[in-house]
Nanobody
């Protein structure tokens, strides 16, 4: 049983940076792959990034490679998403996720726990 709560979203201009945080409470944070997904208006929820249990591997959607970085702090029970060089197409609600297994092609259908989401809006 775990609860996830995102923070750090906001309104920024293209080219700016944001750092999202996902604070976990409850049991078993280090037993989950942590991830981030996002959902833009009128679109399906899409994979952004995942990080292995101990941070040893990461995976990114092609659309964010080189710009975003996922990290986790198991002692602090927090996952992060550093977003640099933001583009208007990054505008979405960003959701933190806990996943039971490592997937080559992460899907929202594999998520065990979701946060409530935080809005990121990138203006041009």
């Amino acid at each position: 049983q775990m609860q996830l709560r995102e923070s750090g979203g906001g309104l920024v201009q293209a080219g700016d940076s944001l750092r999202l945080s996902c604070a976990a409470s409850g049991r078993g944070f280090s037993t989950y792959v942590m991830g981030w997904f996002r959902q833009a208006p009128g679109k399906e929820r899409e994979f952004v990034a995942t990080i292995m249990w101990g941070g040893e591997e990461t995976k990114y959607a092609d659309s964010v490679k080189g710009r975003f970085a996922i990290a986790r702090d198991n002692a602090g029970m927090t996952a992060y998403l550093q977003m640099n060089s933001l583009k208007p197409e990054d505008t979405a609600v960003y959701y933190c996720a806990a996943i039971n297994n490592w997937y080559a092609r992460p899907s929202s259908n594999d998520v065990t726990y979701w946060g409530q989401g935080t809005q990121v809006t990138v203006s041009s």
